[in-house]
């Protein structure tokens, strides 16, 4: 599976902004996906995930402000991001769950996007 993130840049706090991730290759489904971040210095740390029927979890300090959807049909997880804090300037990565049927079992794998950088000024 590749994935292509893309939407991220600079912002002033209080503005918006929405990452788009795309998966291509060969998979028969796409199970979990999210979004991660990672600022300068610190852990990558989990910011939003969508399950495959739909089910969305925030880490606490984005719950609120960040929404997280999927379109099963474009292959493809969003992040909107409202009301950007200078603490949510990080590298944010795309990560997907894929299952291939192989021998007729699922197979699953993990990717990660590239990265793309959102920086938000005080």
Known sequence: VQLQASGGGLVQAGGSLRLSCAASGRFDWLNRMGWYRQAP????????????????????SVRGRFIISRDTAKKTVSLQMDSLKPEDTAVYYCNVESATIKASRPVFATAWGQGTQVTVSS
């Open 41 to 60: 210095g610190k852990q990558r740390e989990l910011v939003a995930t969508i399950s495959r029927v739909g089910a969305a979890d925030y880490v606490d």
